[in-house]
């Protein structure tokens, strides 16, 4: 089974809108971190957000922010006021266990990635 | 600056070659991780090591060989096993004490295609 979905192979956005990019996981772990990443066109994987299973209160990060629902299991990226320079692909990953317990090893499960397009 | 440098940028390979990619960090990250990302399919582990001379296979480790002889050295052999290694190769690192949120950081990448 995949451990992260991320359901939306292309999304568009108008330059200053707000967007949402779906993400959900599996997990029986009870603790876990959820993570997002931009991957430009030139290929590198920028980290922009965190998300712990005990948190509280939901990631934010300047124009990013997470919709954490728990009971969903869903992490949704929202990125507020869209700019240009946001079109890129965005991948979401999980992180398995609190401190690295047994072999993971901080191993992160990626999902397939949506690419978003900003236009203006 | 600290960083994760892969090299080559691009590279080449022939039928029956090896060739192995470079992935250095002067981050002083414990971890340091090895993925192969195709089209549509996100990214695939292949390898993973903690510390000096110590490593496990990931999802897609067949065809692949590394080792981890240095802290801030994890370089990757894609053998001729490997049927199909065109693809993109990413590197990342990552700090293993501290607060359990530390993200993995990425090099910026290998992109490997067969002659």
């Known amino acids: 089974a995949q451990k992260i979905t991320q359901t939306q192979p292309g999304m568009f956005v108008q330059e200053k809108e707000a967007v949402t990019l779906d993400c959900t996981y599996d997990?029986?772990?009870?603790?876990?971190?959820l993570f997002w990443y931009k991957q430009p066109s030139s290929g590198e994987m920028i980290f922009l957000i965190y998300?712990?299973?005990?948190?509280?209160q939901n990631a934010t990060e300047g124009r990013y922010s997470l919709n954490f629902q728990k009971a969903r299991k869903s992490a949704n990226l929202v990125i507020s006021a869209s700019q240009l320079g946001d079109s890129a692909m965005y991948f979401c990953?999980?992180?398995?266990?609190?401190?690295?317990?047994?072999?993971?090893?901080?191993?992160?499960?990626f999902g397939r990635g949506t690419q978003l397009t900003v236009w203006p | 600056d600290g960083g994760i440098t892969q090299s080559p940028k691009y590279l080449f390979r022939k039928e029956g070659q090896n060739v192995t990619l470079s992935c250095e960090q002067n981050l002083n990250h414990d971890a340091m991780y090895w993925y192969r990302q195709d089209p549509g399919q996100g990214l695939r582990l292949i390898y993973y090591s903690q510390i000096v001379n110590d490593f496990q296979k990931g999802d897609i480790a067949e065809g692949y060989s590394v080792s981890r002889e240095k802290k801030e050295s994890f370089p990757l052999t894609v053998t001729s096993a490997q049927k199909n290694p065109t693809a993109f190769y990413l590197c990342?690192?990552?700090?293993?004490?501290?607060?359990?949120?530390?993200?993995?950081?990425f090099g910026d990448g290998t992109r490997l295609s067969i002659l």
């Open positions: 990953a999980m992180r398995e266990g609190r401190r690295d317990r047994g072999s993971t090893l901080g191993r992160l499960y």
């Open positions: 997990t029986s772990d009870p603790s876990y971190g």
């Open positions: 998300q712990g299973s005990y948190d509280q």
């Open positions: 990342a690192s990552r700090l293993t004490t501290g607060s359990s949120n530390q993200p993995q950081h």
